[in-house]
């Protein structure tokens, strides 16, 4: 039989994928493993073993990588995007080049659905060489009692958190509705909606306000709040005094990026510390799509100065030659030919993603000044959507 690579599919069954990550992480599959931290997944009527990719030993799995789709609506657009996830190899069977065949698959996977962006978390070197790097801008913030009582006394009088179960479709519609508010927000089917919500084992909370509605909602994990918003800007203070008081840490860590502006402004103003971070890495497969909607969501928070400028950029799926104009505040890109290109602006791919994603990039000192405020783009996958 020899070794095979392929669909999970085609060459395991849905109880040996399973049981094979599970034992690659460390997990017995009962109080822990992936039918708890990822329901959304690998329940057995999600078919996990459609979007995997494996190798095989005469008919043993050695290696497994996830390549799951994700839907992202920025600025009333579609983004598809692939969360690459359970990437897996045998103990036993490690420096053969296994991860390396399973994850090519699942990156061949991806382009050859069209995807414009592939997600995942992990070592930032591994995965730098499949095109992955550092994104997702996001605020970090800490907040602390001392904090809500100095500068948001009273806040949180009239609204009270409470943990969602399953079968409550009123909370689950409510924070759908807040969720679906955003400018830039994962696309969540409503049949599975509450493990989405508790992937990683989190707890889904609602908050409810002095009238009784939904105000705002919140998603904790063991490392602090990865997901809050509210249904009103007036009710975000009300919504983190409820939050913070429900889980009765003395100190959060809240996980907030820029699009959600009333609970990003307020935390900027009441926490005690906020660092920009990156939540995942990325990789951009098609940049034009990605850079369009991306610059529409920064010119809604941001003014962008006038100007154009041309980017030569040799992407992980193509190469791509966009000239990016900036008229009266309002961005656009266009793909432009060869000829313009060698004008442009050089790129590799690792440069293009960290000029354009990363907190931090040397080449965006040496942009005219009206681009250098152009960057850097938030593409933003929430962590309960990414694998």
């Known amino acids: 039989m020899g070794i095979q690579c392929g669909l999970a599919s085609v060459l395991c069954s849905h109880e040996d994928l399973i049981d094979f990550i599970n034992y690659v992480f460390g997990m017995n599959g009962a109080d822990r493993g992936f039918y708890r931290l990822l329901p959304k997944l690998y329940k057995p009527e999600y078919c996990p073993e459609a979007f995997n990719y494996v190798v095989t030993e005469d008919g ?3 290696a497994a990588v996830g390549a799951y789709p994700i839907y992202l609506r920025v600025m009333g657009e579609t983004l598809c995007g692939v969360g690459i996830g359970n990437v897996a190899v045998h103990p036993f069977h490690r420096r053969k080049g296994y991860m390396k065949e399973a994850m090519n698959l699942a990156m061949v996977s991806a382009r050859a659905v069209g995807a414009d962006f592939a997600a995942l978390g992990g070592q930032r070197q591994r995965y730098a ?5 550092p994104g997702g801008l996001c605020g970090a913030f800490s907040l602390n009692g001392a904090n809500l009582r100095h500068a948001l006394p009273g806040a949180g009088t009239g609204f009270a958190a409470r943990d969602v179960q399953p079968e409550d479709a009123r909370a689950l519609d409510a924070i759908r509705t807040m969720t679906e508010r955003q400018p830039s927000h994962p696309v969540r089917p409503v049949e599975r909606l509450y493990d989405t919500l508790k992937t990683w084992e989190s707890r889904v909370c609602l908050v409810d306000g002095p009238d009784g509605r939904a105000a705002g909602y919140f998603l904790y ?12 800007p007036d009710l975000a203070a009300g919504v983190l ?12 860590r809240l996980l907030v990026p820029f699009h959600a502006r009333a609970m990003f402004t307020l935390l900027s ?13 990325y990789n951009v497969l098609c940049y034009k799509r990605v850079l369009r909607v991306c610059l529409l969501l920064k010119a809604r928070d941001f003014p962008l100065a006038d100007g154009s400028l041309t980017f030569a950029i ?10 990016i104009t900036v008229e009266g505040g ?11 290109g060698e004008s442009a602006l050089p790129l590799s791919h690792a440069q293009a993603m960290e000029l354009f994603f990363a907190p931090w990039s040397r080449l965006r000192q040496t942009l005219p000044a009206f681009a250098a405020g152009w960057f850097p783009l938030s593409l933003y996958v929430p962590a309960v959507d990414n694998d």
């Open 269 to 281: 103003e009441v926490a005690e510390s906020c660092a920009l971070v990156t939540n995942e890495s």
């Open 60 to 62: 043993r799995l050695r």
């Open 241 to 252: 005094s409820a939050c913070f008081h429900h889980l009765g840490e003395k100190e959060l």
């Open 314 to 323: 040799d992407g992980y799926d193509a190469r791509e030659c966009l000239r």
């Open 129 to 133: 060489y499949f095109g992955f790097a």
């Open 221 to 232: 994990s063991g490392d602090g709040v990865t997901e809050i918003d509210c249904a009103a």
């Open 330 to 340: 309002r961005p656009r890109v266009e793909a432009v030919g060869e000829e313009a």
